[in-house]
């Protein structure tokens, strides 16, 4: 009986465990073989308001030169070395958005047709 209970305990653990791990929320946007992702570089997965955070958006089979990105607060800072990702900041001020949510969109080429993708990223006031 005793081996009985530490089993079910041992699988509730694991369970929970595996849970908490698939909770991280990915800015992904994908088209067939090409791919939009925005990693916030403090890998939080949110921003905060009125503290600048570095972000990439990073691609796949997409050249980041023909990016366009929209969104309040967004300052481009160029392409990385390998040219595999957008690298932007983001300051978003307080008060601007009324629901606490950054609404970013990105066009990209798409052989004869432009495509975009919307990003909603949550933004949280300072502590």
Known sequence: ?????????LILLFVSCQNSISDKVEFICENGNKKITI???N??????YNKPSKTNF????IDPVNLRIAGPGITILGTNKD?????????VTTNYLENDTLN????Y???DSQKVCEFKIPVNKAE
Do not use: H, P, S
């Open 83 to 91: 040219k595999t990702a957008m690298q932007t900041e983001i300051k």
């Open 39 to 41: 990693e916030i570089e």
């Open 109 to 111: 080429d798409n052989e």
């Open 104 to 107: 970013i969109k990105v066009w």
């Open 43 to 48: 890998g939080m997965d949110f921003l905060t």
């Open 1 to 9: 009986m005793r081996y009985y209970y530490l089993t079910i305990i």
């Open 58 to 61: 990073v691609v796949t089979n």
